[in-house]
Nanobody
């Protein structure tokens, strides 16, 4: 019923930038918090950033000052601007959102690969 689709991943050199997008579609009545997670090979999935419907944000210490999360409620889209990328940022980045259809439910996107390597 609800799909989250990420885009914008790719290969960049360390120090480069990428902008990820995630758009929710389906029989959506409302979306509360939207989040970005990432999972590197051999590591646990970690929360990167969160944004509430009102625009309050949270960032993991590892990305604070480099990444910016934002959202466009009219487009049901969340963004992650990633600057000064480091090799340790390399991971699959997943979009996550709390979405109301008939009930509130948490949804995940398929993920998009981000690689910061020279």
């Amino acid at each position: 019923q609800v799909q989250l689709v990420e885009s914008g991943g790719g290969l960049v050199q360390p120090g480069g930038s990428l902008r990820l997008s995630c758009t929710a579609s389906g029989s959506i009545k409302s979306i509360n918090a939207m989040r970005w997670y990432r999972q590197a090979p051999g590591k646990q999935r970690e929360l990167v950033a969160t944004i509430t419907v009102g625009g309050s944000t949270y960032y993991a210490d590892s990305v604070k000052g480099r990444f910016t999360i934002s959202r466009d409620n009219a487009k049901s889209t969340v963004y992650l601007q990633m600057n000064t990328l480091r090799p340790e940022d390399t991971a699959v980045y997943f979009c996550n959102a709390d979405v109301l259809t008939s009930v509130w439910m948490n949804y995940w996107g398929q993920g998009t690969q981000v690689t910061a390597s020279s």
